[in-house]
C-alpha cells in the first residue's frame, strides 16, 4: 500500500537513551516532515527536508537530528532522550508545491521515564 | 508561539446536531487553509480546504467558512454522526517558506 511507514509503533526509553525514528515514503515525493504531538500544542514542525540532500530547522528542533538518507528515508534521531521529549512523532510527506498534498504516517508513540 | 489559534479544545455534540470549530490567524502570508481529521492511532488525514478567495467551500456535510478581514476560519459539520467523533486540526500554508503550521487540535464527540 502506498504511504508513509513509521517504525517502531511505540517506544519507551530511559532518560539519556538514544534512538532513530524510521521514516519511509513510496510516492516518491520530494519533501519530508517530523512533528511532535502534544496535547493541546497540536503538532509542531521538528524538522523538515524539502528535497533530497537538504534539511532544515522547524520550530522545535533541540535535542532532535535528522538525516535524510535518500529520496525514500527521513530519520529522526534523539541522542539523548529526555522526559519532555514523551510524545507522539508523525512524520509526513510532500510533492512540492502541493499544499494539501499532505500524507501522514500513523506515528510512533515516545515515552522517555 | 502558536501562530493558529483553535477554539474548542474538546466539543460534545448530539448525534444530528452541528459541530463547529474556529481558528484564528495572524500571518497574512498565510494562503492556504486546509483542515486535518485524525482518528485513534491514526496519521492526520486532509479533510477539506479554503483558498483565502473564497468565503465558503462545502463537501458533502462539512462546510469551511473563511473571513479573511478578520482573519479567522471554522469548520462546520452538519448532521453530525457518532463516526464523526475524532480530532479535528485546522492549519495554515506559508507558500513562501513552503511550510504547514497547525492550531492545537479539538477533540470532537459525537453521543448517539
Known amino acids: 500500500n502506498a504511504g508513509v511507514t513509521q517504525t517502531p509503533k511505540f517506544q519507551v526509553l530511559k532518560t539519556g537513551q538514544s534512538m532513530t525514528l524510521q521514516c519511509a515514503q513510496d510516492?516518491?515525493?520530494?519533501?519530508m516532515y517530523w512533528y511532535r504531538q502534544d496535547p493541546g500544542m497540536g503538532l509542531r514542525l521538528i524538522y523538515y527536508s524539502a528535497s533530497e540532500g537538504t534539511t532544515d530547522k522547524g520550530e522545535v528542533p533541540n535535542g532532535y537530528n535528522v538525516s535524510r538518507l535518500n529520496k525514500r528515508e527521513f530519520s529522526l534521531r534523539l541522542e539523548s532522550a529526555a522526559p519532555s521529549q514523551t510524545s507522539v512523532y508523525f512524520c509526513?510527506?510532500?510533492?512540492?508545491?502541493?499544499?494539501?498534498?499532505?500524507?501522514f504516517g500513523s506515528g510512533t508513540r515516545l515515552t522517555v521515564v | 508561539q502558536q501562530q493558529v489559534k483553535q477554539s474548542p479544545q474538546s466539543l460534545i455534540v448530539q448525534k444530528g446536531g452541528i459541530s463547529i470549530i474556529n481558528c484564528a490567524y495572524e500571518n497574512t502570508a498565510f494562503d492556504y487553509f486546509p483542515w486535518y481529521q485524525q482518528f485513534p492511532g491514526k496519521g492526520p488525514a486532509l479533510l477539506i480546504a479554503?483558498?483565502?478567495?473564497?468565503s465558503e467551500k462545502k463537501e458533502g456535510r462539512f462546510t469551511i467558512s473563511f473571513n479573511k478581514s478578520a482573519k479567522q476560519f471554522s469548520l462546520h459539520i452538519m448532521d453530525s454522526q457518532p463516526g464523526d467523533s475524532a480530532t479535528y486540526f485546522c492549519?495554515?500554508?506559508?507558500?513562501?517558506?513552503?511550510?504547514?503550521?497547525f492550531g492545537q487540535g479539538t477533540r470532537l464527540t459525537i453521543n448517539p
Open positions: 510516492m516518491n515525493h520530494n519533501s
Open positions: 492549519a495554515a500554508y506559508h507558500r513562501g517558506a513552503q511550510k504547514l503550521v
Open positions: 479554503i483558498r483565502p478567495d473564497v
Open positions: 509526513a510527506s510532500r510533492e512540492l508545491l502541493i499544499p494539501d498534498g499532505y500524507t
